[in-house]
């Protein structure tokens, strides 16, 4: 299973949008509405993705339109003034980030090499899987952001256009480990001194583990410490609810971490 679409963003932005997609940008565009000014272009950088989309605009447009009171209809002609300046300044100083994004990119992927030949061979052997997972997680937290996940989804867009169907995979292996990264290091700071349950034991465990190996070690985790996989699926979904649907509302990060966790429930359900 993969974690991203290889539907390209142009194919993405060609279609009408779904239901889902209409209610998270109808969500971003009041909760934007509202946003101080000097609030504002964090708040865009945060959700990029789905800010800079001509269906957000578009979005924006049809609100305007169907807008009751002029306070309205001036505050939605007013958001979308401020999204373009806000787009422009943040396209200007983020090129130097994303370089920098680029290079760490680079630095996870050239760890799935073969470190004698240079080549990438796939599937990727597991001392490969656990290089790239070694080179991710020396990078700073920071860096883990929205801007290296672009990066990500560039890479895999252009790999999927160029057939490279073996780079495509290598790139998905990282958001993989992206997210059981992301997630392991939240649930550590939520959990605090809190004391950890078996079952919790056993989702960081999967949340370690390569998503090619999920079903063995959670059949055998499970078995050993006598747990019900009912229980690991509401373990998972706590965190779903604590964690991920608290991240920006339509970040990259939300939507990956998400999606990797419904990987993992559905392969848990079927144990």
């Known amino acids: 299973s993969r974690c991203i679409s290889d539907q390209s963003r142009l194919e993405g932005n060609q279609r009408e949008p779904t239901a889902q997609e209409l209610a998270v940008m109808d969500e971003m565009i009041s909760k934007l509405a509202d946003a101080k ?12 993705r789905v800010c800079s989309s001509p269906q957000f605009f578009m979005r924006i447009a049809q609100r305007t339109d169907a807008a009751v009171t002029s306070v309205e209809k001036e505050r939605m002609s007013s958001l979308a003034s401020n999204l373009v300046a806000c787009l422009d300044a943040i396209v200007s100083t983020t090129e130097d980030q994303l370089d920098e994004r680029a290079k760490e990119v680079e630095s996870v992927v050239k760890a799935a090499a073969e470190p004698e030949s ?68 939240q649930r550590e700071v939520v959990r605090g001194d809190a004391e950890v349950t078996p079952v919790a034991t056993v989702f960081d465990t999967l949340l370690d583990t390569d998503s090619d190996n999920w079903e063995s070690i959670a059949r055998q985790e499970l078995k050993e410490k006598d747990i019900p996989a009912s229980n690991l699926v509401s373990e998972i979904q706590r965190t779903m609810e604590s964690i991920v649907l608290n991240l920006d509302t339509g970040s990259m990060a939300q ?8 990987e993992m429930v559905g392969r848990v359900e079927k144990i």
């Open 37 to 48: 000014p000097y609030d504002l272009p964090n708040a865009v950088r945060r959700a990029f």
């Open 118 to 185: 240079g080549e990438f061979l796939v599937p990727l052997a597991m001392e490969r899987v656990d290089a790239m997972k070694i080179a991710l997680q020396k990078l700073e937290p920071s860096s883990l952001d929205e801007g290296f996940l672009a990066t990500l989804d560039t890479w895999t867009n252009k790999s999927f256009e160029d057939g490279m169907d073996g780079m495509v995979g290598i790139l998905q292996k990282v958001l993989q480990l992206y997210a059981g990264t992301q997630l392991l290091r």
């Open 255 to 262: 939507r990956i971490q998400a999606e990797y966790l419904k």
